[in-house]
């Protein structure tokens, strides 16, 4: 999957369970995606503070970290990059999510298929670059 530029969707993958990251990371490599994966907060600001990234898929409840601390600082540093949530619990089931970080576009379960979540990336990538 191409981007309007040409270039692969560059994708932050932000998930403190490194087997699902593996998961994702693998499927959206297979689509000929860019893929950085990090378990923690510093590691994706970090990576944030460093590279340009198009989409962000972020764990709501990660082990080192806070995912709205990470979409803040994404939407202040690369305010065009898109966030993708994903999370295993029940918070923010009312869509809430959308009213707290600006950058959310998607509100997922974690057992999302991972081809559904590629749509996505590629959806979002593609809207992103066109804006």
Not at 43 to 71: F, P, R, W
Not at 101 to 111: H, W, Y
Request: one cysteine or more; aromatic letters at 6%; proline letters at 4%.
């Amino acid at each position: 999957m191409q981007c309007a530029s040409n270039q692969p969707p560059r994708v932050l993958i932000v998930e403190s369970v490194s087997e699902l990251a593996g998961i994702w990371a693998r499927h959206l490599e297979r689509q000929g995606m860019s893929v950085t994966v990090s378990g923690t907060q510093d590691e994706a600001i970090a990576h944030l503070a460093e590279q340009t990234i198009d989409i962000i898929i972020l764990d709501l409840v990660i082990d080192k970290g806070s995912a709205l601390a990470i979409s803040d600082y994404a939407n202040y540093r690369q305010p065009e990059a898109r966030v993708i949530f994903v999370t295993n619990t029940s918070f923010f089931s009312d869509g809430s999510i959308f009213a707290h970080s600006a950058n959310a576009r998607a509100f997922v379960q974690s057992d999302t298929p991972p081809e559904d979540l590629a749509a996505m990336v590629a959806h979002y990538s593609d809207e992103r670059r066109a804006s």
